[in-house]
Nanobody, 123 residues
Framework: QVQLVESGGGLVQPGGSLRLSCVAS????????MGWFRQAPMKEREFVAA????????YYVDSVKGRFTISRDNAKNTAYLQMNSLKPEDTAVYYC????????????????WGQGTQVTVSS
């Protein structure tokens, strides 16, 4: 089992930045690919970004490319999502997730999920 706990959400003005963190406990964090997903009100959950277990490979949904950066620190059992130039349409509950392979995470086939953290972008 892997337990995931997100933090770092909040209210930010358009154009602002936030960094989300996801701390993992349980089985070996470094053996899992990690991903971030989000769900806005009245919408389905969507993929945002993924990172391989080594951190050498990343992938983003087109709408966040150039603005968001996913990273991980295996020594700290933590994954991050740095979000810059935030827009109102980025408002959502953000979830981190762990999966056995990078491909599985990219395809929303994750084994473990966090409880989510709210991000609100508004003036």
């Amino acid at each position: 089992q892997v337990q995931l706990v997100e933090s770092g959400g909040g209210l930010v003005q358009p154009g602002g930045s936030l960094r989300l963190s996801c701390v993992a406990s349980g089985r070996t964090f470094s053996s899992y690919a990690m991903g971030w997903f989000r769900q806005a009100p009245m919408k389905e959950r969507e993929f945002v970004a993924a990172i391989s277990w080594t951190g050498s490979t990343t992938y983003y949904v087109d709408s966040v490319k150039g603005r968001f950066t996913i990273s991980r620190d295996n020594a700290k059992n933590t994954a991050y999502l740095q979000m810059n130039s935030l827009k109102p349409e980025d408002t959502a509950v953000y979830y981190c997730a762990a999966g056995g392979t990078f491909g599985n995470v990219r395809n929303n086939k994750c084994d473990y999920w966090g409880q989510g953290t709210q991000v609100t972008v508004s003036s």
